[in-house]
T-cell receptor, first 113, second 112 residues
Framework: SQTIHQWPATLVQPVGSPLSLECTVE??????LYWYRQAAGRGLQLLFY??????ISSEVPQNLSASRPQDRQFILSSKKLLLSDSGFYLC????????????FGPGTRLTVT | TQLLEQSPQFLSIQEGENLTVYCNSS?????LQWYRQEPGEGPVLLVT?????EVKKLKRLTFQFGDARKDSSLHITAAQPGDTGLYLC????????????FGAGTQVVVTP
């Protein structure tokens, strides 16, 4: 069966510090991968998506970046965090081109102080 | 840019009551999905609807998709505390990227 992991689960970082969040998927190959951010009690905003190694598309211009160094690994980064980067970050994967469902990871709660 | 509006923002009811939440789009949905999210977890897919006028039932949940494919409703019969959560609608793009655009959600609280 397929599983998706995210770490860390929670993170408190000062303004101006770097960020690295990691997402890995097990039990599948060549998945579509997605990063979302969610403000408290609100809907999800798509940040980045990837259909293959090294292929990253950005939805929202900001100080975040994403990379996909391996088939089942997706990384969200920032060189200098802003207060507005606080939120709940969710990684998701989709198994193929003809499927409807995305499967979400457990998320990372980021607080920028 | 498509705008998804969900209403109400918050709903608190007693166990056994019925409830309906709504999702409206400024443009036609490609495909519409409903998710439920519990605190501290990722959303879980409840249903996907594609065809205008479509009605789907999932136990006590009934999903309706408007004829014009610009609105949808989720009705829960005899709500239970386990139905508590954030209900999100999302437009699913039908291209190969499968991107989702979410509404802001309706927070539902069912008290015993």
């Amino acid at each position: 069966s397929q599983t998706i992991h995210q770490w860390p689960a929670t993170l408190v970082q000062p303004v101006g510090s770097p960020l690295s969040l990691e997402c890995t998927v097990e039990g599948t190959s060549n998945p579509n991968l997605y990063w979302y951010r969610q403000a408290a009690g609100r809907g999800l905003q798509l940040l980045f998506y990837s259909v293959g190694i090294g292929q990253i598309s950005s939805e929202v211009p900001q100080n975040l970046s994403a990379s996909r160094p391996q088939d089942r690994q997706f990384i969200l980064s920032s060189k200098k965090l802003l207060l507005s980067d606080s939120g709940f970050y969710l990684c998701a994967w989709k198994p193929g081109l003809q499927t409807y469902e995305q499967y979400f990871g457990p998320g990372t709660r980021l607080t920028v102080t | 840019t498509q705008l998804l509006e969900q209403s109400p923002q918050f709903l608190s009811i007693q166990e056994g009551e019925n409830l309906t939440v709504y999702c409206n789009s400024s443009s036609v949905f490609s495909s519409l999905q409903w998710y439920r999210q519990e605190p501290g977890e990722g959303p879980v897919l409840l249903v996907t609807v594609v065809t205008g006028g479509e009605v789907k039932k999932l136990k006590r949940l009934t999903f309706q998709f408007g004829d014009a494919r610009k609105d949808s409703s989720l009705h829960i019969t005899a709500a239970q505390p386990g139905d508590t959560g954030l209900y999100l609608c999302a437009d699913l793009s039908t291209d190969s990227w499968g991107k989702l655009q979410f509404g802001a959600g309706t927070q539902v609280v069912v008290t015993p």
